[in-house]
């Protein structure tokens, strides 16, 4: 049932999990998006989010990202805490500079690229490898070009993102996480915004990663063959819980629920 | 007329030195106004209160208060606290402060137009506060703040006659001097004009180059920028290029299509012939 050939993770497994959510809740000033989401991603795991609009999968990225703040409960990763962790019976909020600590191993690539319009390709994918981690500018501009030489846009380094289409932009975006050798990546919607013709070239770039690299992905997406053919788990979520996961297989092919059958019809 | 330029020509000297007051002042003030602006605008934007009240209540007090009452504050009210400054230094400071009360709000509505994107594709790669913003919301902001900024500075190049007031002798006054000395209103005052006209006009050219080279960081173009334009007309010239074949193909088509399969492809090729 694993469905690419290289080693699938193995969630049972009593390794540390690479993120963890304990009671996690969200809420919007009045508005609950999450409540009492309890889940873990093992090391090297691909986990696909699916659900109706409004069922809270990417406010589960964005509060691995820390772009959202957490309103209840704890997140870990690598079995550590997050942004806020219990002391004494209290939940206390982790300092900023911890938590930017924790989120150099987080990368995440967005619907919209988010590419700095100020910047060439290469400054955009070199700025955090220099500035966060301390890499040198000649060993962050090599890692750079072999990045963008395996997104297929060695000869674009030097072009100002604005230049770019879509799916070259949004390529760029993923060289420019990976720049910062994240063990987890967390993929929003990443095809959603590119012509129909672009899919396939950023879809292809994913699949290379999930093939050679054993890193934790976190994603939400509309690519129902896509989720299929990369993820091991699927968690179908609704109304800010988990109705049902498991192989993907199983979960498209035999569903238990049926609101899952019902989500599943309108997007196939 | 020729009284009136003999006077001009002779009270040149003193005219310049009116000139040279203004420039000090217009250049001195704006780079005040703009490190004011800098500072209090970032510091609107912190996620801190405590940081965000005090300079929203300062730019408010700036703001709303006049400022021919605070360059007479600089300059009366502070030498009977026992400090003493010289006029040039009152007239710069309340220039710096009063526009750059004005200005600091133009900076912290651009850092806030900046797509919320930005900053979360900066803080996803774990850049520090102070980077993301010098790096990645700052430039963009820049580029969209200039057009606001230029316009709040060539106002303070007009504002700065107010410091006539307190003893300096700049643009304005001198040029009420030259209308003493000629008795020819009409003439005094219309060479004042011109001259704030074309030290305006310098100052929007040295924005509008400062802009350009911010959108062009960005890998953009001003709106309408010269490039644009010229572009612009070049894909109307190709268009009805286009067009002009279309028609011409339109007749040779009509003869034609009875004849035997024209290849499509030749087409064009025999379109052009025909334009020329």
């Given at each position: 049932m694993p469905p690419t050939e290289n080693t699938p993770a193995n969630p049972s497994a009593s390794a540390t999990p690479a993120i963890e959510f304990t009671d996690v809740e969200k809420s919007f000033g009045p508005t609950t998006v999450l409540k009492d989401l309890n889940f873990s991603v093992a090391p090297g795991e691909r986990v696909t989010l699916i659900g109706p609009s409004g069922s809270g999968k990417t406010t589960i990225l964005r509060l691995v990202m820390t772009l959202e703040e957490l309103t209840g409960g704890y997140?870990?990763?690598?079995?550590?805490?997050?942004?806020?962790?219990e002391r004494d019976g209290k939940r206390v909020e982790l300092p900023k500079k911890r938590t930017r600590e924790m989120t150099t191993r987080i990368g995440m690539v967005f619907q919209q690229f988010n590419l700095f319009p100020n910047m060439t390709v290469l400054e955009n994918i070199i700025e955090a490898p220099v500035h966060v981690l301390g890499k040198s500018k000649s060993e962050a501009?090599?890692?750079?070009?072999?990045?963008?030489?395996?997104?297929?846009?060695?000869?674009?380094?030097?072009?100002?993102p604005t230049r770019l289409s879509g799916g070259q932009q949004q390529r760029v975006a993923i060289a420019r996480a990976l720049a910062m050798s994240p063990e987890i990546l967390l993929l929003d919607e990443v095809t959603s915004a590119l012509d129909p013709e672009l899919v396939g070239d950023v879809l292809g770039v994913l699949r290379d990663i999930a093939e050679t690299t054993d890193i934790t992905m976190l994603l939400v997406t509309h690519e129902m063959q896509f989720a299929r053919d990369v993820s091991h788990r699927v968690?179908?979520?609704?109304?800010?819980?988990?109705?049902?996961?498991?192989?993907?297989?199983?979960?498209?092919?035999?569903p238990q629920h049926d609101r899952t059958r019902s989500f599943l019809s309108s997007v196939l | 007329m020729n009284d009136n330029l003999a006077t001009l020509l002779s009270f040149l000297p003193q005219l310049w030195e009116g000139i040279q007051t203004t420039i000090i002042l217009t250049v001195a003030g704006s780079v005040g106004a703009i490190i004011i602006a800098l500072v209090l605008g970032i510091t609107m934007t912190s996620p801190h209160w405590w940081l965000r009240a005090p300079a929203r209540i300062i730019v408010e007090f700036f703001r709303g208060t006049s400022l021919?009452?605070?360059?007479?504050?600089l300059?009366?009210?502070?030498?009977?606290?026992g400090f003493e400054l010289d006029p040039?230094?009152?007239?710069?400071?309340?220039?710096?402060?009063?526009?750059?009360?004005?200005?600091?709000?133009?900076?912290?509505?651009?850092?806030?137009?900046?797509?919320?994107?930005?900053?979360?594709?900066?803080?996803a790669l774990s850049l520090s506060p102070t980077r993301r913003m010098l790096r990645v919301i700052f430039p963009q902001a820049w580029a969209l703040m200039i057009p606001s900024l230029a316009t709040l500075l060539i106002q303070l190049l007009k504002g700065s006659a107010v410091v006539f007031f307190i003893t300096l002798s700049d643009l304005t006054d001198k040029i009420n001097q030259l209308r003493q000395s000629t008795g020819d209103t009409y003439f005094a005052f219309s060479i004042g004009l011109i001259i704030y006209f074309i030290l305006a006009w310098m100052l929007q050219e040295f924005m509008n180059f400062l802009e350009r080279r911010a959108t062009a960081a960005l890998g953009r173009r001003r709106p309408n920028s010269r490039t644009d334009r010229r572009e612009a007309r070049r894909a109307?010239?190709?268009?009805?290029?286009?067009?002009?074949?279309?028609?011409?193909?339109?007749?040779?088509?009509?003869?034609?299509?009875?004849?035997?399969?024209t290849?499509?492809?030749?087409?064009?090729?025999?379109?052009?012939?025909?334009?020329?």
């Open positions: 997140i870990f990763v690598d079995g550590k805490p997050l942004t806020f962790e501009s090599k890692e750079a070009k072999e990045l963008l030489e395996r997104v297929g846009l060695a000869e674009k380094a030097d072009e100002h968690m179908m979520f609704d109304g800010g819980q988990v109705l049902e996961q498991g192989p993907p297989d199983q979960i498209f092919n035999n | 021919l009452v605070q360059l007479f504050w300059f009366y009210v502070l030498p009977l606290l040039l230094l009152c007239g710069i400071g309340a220039l710096a402060l009063n526009y750059g009360a004005y200005s600091a709000e133009v900076v912290r509505s651009s850092i806030k137009t900046v797509a919320p994107g930005q900053w979360e594709a900066a803080i109307a010239r190709a268009d009805t290029v286009r067009k002009d074949r279309l028609v011409s193909h339109g007749v040779a088509g009509e003869g034609t299509d009875s004849g035997l399969g290849d499509p492809l030749k087409r064009p090729s025999s379109g052009e012939g025909g334009d020329r």
